[in-house]
């Protein structure tokens, strides 16, 4: 599964390519004609052949090539770190309505936050990509963040799997408090930008 894999990750690398390339041209234009880059960086990976037999492992998925394209959505995954929340939706939207971009999940854990207290905007969009003889569409995971949100996910991130400790209820809680804290200077910092009440609801 793994060497059939590795044949066609051109096809997950373009396609990672063509929807960063998507975003980097609307934030281009969008600096243009309204004075502001909506993104503050983009970070690219492709998930590692390690990483994805263990969580085809994890979510019992058979170990086959065709179930692997089928329901691994994260094997191309983009980053997309925005200046203010506000962003994160309009580029959402910019994205999604895209002729040949066809949109396969949308997650809003910022609306929705997981129990961790994690927020982020996940798409799951699928974009044709032209190889040597055939044209061909992949998965790309997009999270969409503000800078707060990405930091509170870093040090989470860093706190429960690198320390490799367990985490206690009280520290559990706690992240959860911060998490609480951060959204809303988010929702403070994107009132102030977009001239609103910070008491309004995201989106
Ligand atoms: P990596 O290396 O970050 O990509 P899954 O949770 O993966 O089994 P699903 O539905 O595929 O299920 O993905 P989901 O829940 O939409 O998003 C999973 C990804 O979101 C994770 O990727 C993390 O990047 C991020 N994420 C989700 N929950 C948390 C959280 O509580 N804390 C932090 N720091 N990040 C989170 P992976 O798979 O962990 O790997």
Redesign the pocket.
């Known amino acids: 599964m793994i060497e059939s894999f590795l044949a066609i990750t051109p096809l997950y690398r373009g396609a990672m390519r063509e929807v960063s390339t998507k975003l980097e041209v609307l934030d281009e234009e969008f600096q243009i004609l309204h004075d502001h880059n909506p993104i503050h960086h983009i970070e690219r ?1 492709m ?1 590692t052949p390690e ?1 994805i037999v263990e ?1 085809m492992g ?2 019992g998925v058979p170990f086959t090539i065709e179930a692997l394209r089928e329901q691994i ?2 094997v191309a ?1 983009l980053r997309v770190v925005c200046n203010h929340i506000g962003d994160i939706y309009r580029l959402g939207e910019m994205l999604t309505a895209q002729d040949d971009i066809e949109l396969v999940r949308y ?1 809003d854990y910022i609306e929705k936050p ?1 129990s ?1 207290g ?1 927020r ?1 905007l ?1 798409i799951v969009v699928k974009v044709p990509v032209f190889l040597i003889d055939r044209c061909e569409k992949a998965p790309v995971e997009v ?1 969409l963040r503000s800078l707060a949100m990405d930091m509170w ?1 870093s040090l ?2 860093e706190l429960r799997y690198k320390s490799g400790r367990w985490v206690e209820d009280a520290e559990a809680r706690e992240l959860r408090r911060c998490a609480d804290d951060l959204f809303d200077i988010d929702r403070r910092m994107h009132a102030l930008f977009e001239h609103e009440d910070a008491t309004f609801a995201v989106p």
């Open positions: 990976r998930k990483s969580k994890r979510k959505l994260d995954g997650s997981k961790s994690y982020s996940h999270q996910a989470e991130h």
